[in-house]
DNA sequence: GGTAGAATACCTACTGGACGGTATGCGGCC
DNA sequence: GGCCGCATACCGTCCAGTAGGTATTCTACC
């Protein structure tokens, strides 16, 4: 077991490392000798864990299905659990290399294919389940076609994350989310549930 | 002029070839071999032309500024202005190849910082002179934060088009942005405007 | 209106370097 | 002493960019 532990830290410090170059400067233009040096490791050991380049930035994809996964509902309405999921995603977007890098190579489409469209249908049927038990609790307006509304509420959190990194560094990420529930939010939710929803950021006390 | 006219006439094959090949591989991916073999000219022309890299693709982003200032505003009221102006952007996107590659290269930040900055900001710019407009007629809701909504809508687009292209390679955009203003538009404008517009596309006959 | 010569526009062949990946060797824990 | 986990040295490939020559076209003068 022992040796196994130095194995698993060396393939740790490989994919935070990895992430890291990843997220600074693509899939494409990330070379596996800066990933080497940042992660203090040898071609060699880089190369018993992941076969290939491509290995690699797959296994640091996978780092956004297992934040998610880890991810825990905020007990309240389903609404307001999402703005709430909303602002824990970009605190991770801010502070967690692994999930910056992730998004990154989930943005930049080319190379490989399945894994981005995985991604982005992920996030959208946790959006459209939220949605979905908001409707069956009476929250949201009649009309609202629930898959459109997952859809556009995921692809806009990726625009506003996007616009966001490129203008400020994600400095104003949490503003430009709290923006963005205050304009969507009266088209989706009924007054009287609006009026329960807090849209800026609950703090955990 | 007629020397021109032959130059010309290269530099926009190479100008053409190369949006080509950033919108489909991104920046670092896109070798200037292939760039060439599908411009059908020699290295010495193009780097005639361009004198590196890095030129070529700040050439490629400046087609995104041509064509927003060649776009001429729908004459209406500022807010359908804002909605036909999406879905302009939207057939630009799907059909004229260097806004396809303006776009990939101006959402893939990492070498060129500048560039991508200038080109939110134009966008982000157009629509908050639109919703200033449209809060001087009264049809906005009173309290709406101009700058924020602009930065919301602009992101929102932006998003909203990239998880269309991995989806299904743009196929569904027109879908997409007709779902986003039907979200977005109760938040934004008063009921007497919002009975005025039309949110689906408006085929020009 | 023909021609010299000067730009302009383009072509071919090449270079140095960096990159992803591999072959092989070796130390240390079981 | 065997194998897991790594280290080192190396390889073939490909890439952006350049050097230097050649063709094409414009200008100017007769």
């Known amino acids: 077991m022992a ?6 830290a060396t393939r740790q410090a490989v994919l935070l490392a990895a992430a890291e170059v990843f997220d600074e400067r693509g899939y494409a233009a990330a070379t596996m000798s800066e990933i080497l040096d ?6 060699g050991a880089l190369y018993f864990h992941f076969r290939s380049k491509e290995e690699l930035a797959l296994a640091v994809i996978e780092g956004q299905g297992a934040w998610l996964a880890t991810w825990q509902p905020s007990s309240d309405s389903p ?12 605190h991770a977007l801010q502070d967690d290399p692994l999930v910056r890098g992730s998004i990154r190579l989930t943005i930049e489409h080319g190379s490989f294919t399945q894994p981005q469209i995985a991604a982005y249908q992920g996030w959208s049927d946790v959006a459209r389940g939220l949605l979905e038990r908001a409707r069956d609790a009476g929250d949201l307006h009649p009309g609202v076609d629930l898959a459109a509304a997952a859809g556009v509420i995921t692809g806009a959190v990726t625009g506003i994350q996007l616009s966001s990194q490129v203008l400020t560094d994600r400095r104003d990420l949490i503003q430009r ?26 703090v955990p006390s």
Chains 1, 2 share one sequence.
Not at 3 to 8: K, S, V
Not at 38 to 43: H, L, S
Request: charged share 20%; no cysteine.
């Open 3 to 8: 040796r196994q532990a130095r194995a698993l």
């Open 79 to 90: 609404v307001q659990t999402l703005i709430d999921l909303g602002y824990a995603f970009a």
């Open 177 to 202: 989310m709290a923006d963005l529930w205050t304009l969507v939010l009266p088209g989706l939710v009924q007054p009287h549930a609006l009026a329960r929803l807090s849209v800026a950021e609950r």
């Open 38 to 43: 940042r992660a203090g490791v040898t071609k």
